[in-house]
């Protein structure tokens, strides 16, 4: 069973920062795109960021250009998501996850196939 695990989340003030990890198997690594995503309760799931297998491009959400960065180890299999100038609206659940092989940056849930657990951010105003 392939698995997602993130690591990173807790609560921080307004302002402040955080990194997420997201650790998995080489196997799933190696060929796959990933992503972060997010979920408040009640709304739908929203694209954080993505960056592709080897780290060359990554695409973030508006919301987030120039606050978050994206980025992998390949050869510690763990893709990180830094969030610095936290805002109280990105409290939210944030997972990590795998895009479908060969499939062009995607900023859709639908393109993904492999999810994490989740990990919780609360930002403090």
């Known amino acids: 069973q392939v698995q997602l695990v993130e690591s990173g989340g807790g609560l921080v003030q307004a302002g402040g920062s955080l990194r997420l990890s997201c650790a998995t198997s080489a196997r799933t690594f190696s060929s796959r795109a990933m992503g972060w995503f997010r979920q408040v309760p009640g709304k739908e799931r929203e694209f954080v960021a993505v960056i592709d297998r080897i780290g060359g491009r990554t695409v973030n959400a508006d919301s987030n250009k120039g606050r978050f960065t994206i980025s992998r180890d390949n050869a510690e299999n763990t893709v990180y998501l830094q969030m610095n100038s936290l805002k109280p609206e990105d409290t939210a659940v944030y997972y990590c996850?795998?895009?479908?092989?060969?499939?062009?940056?995607?900023?859709?849930?639908?393109?993904?196939?492999?999810w994490g657990q989740g990990t919780q951010v609360t930002v403090s105003s």
């Open positions: 996850a795998a895009q479908k092989p060969l499939m062009p940056l995607s900023r859709m849930v639908g393109a993904y196939d492999t």
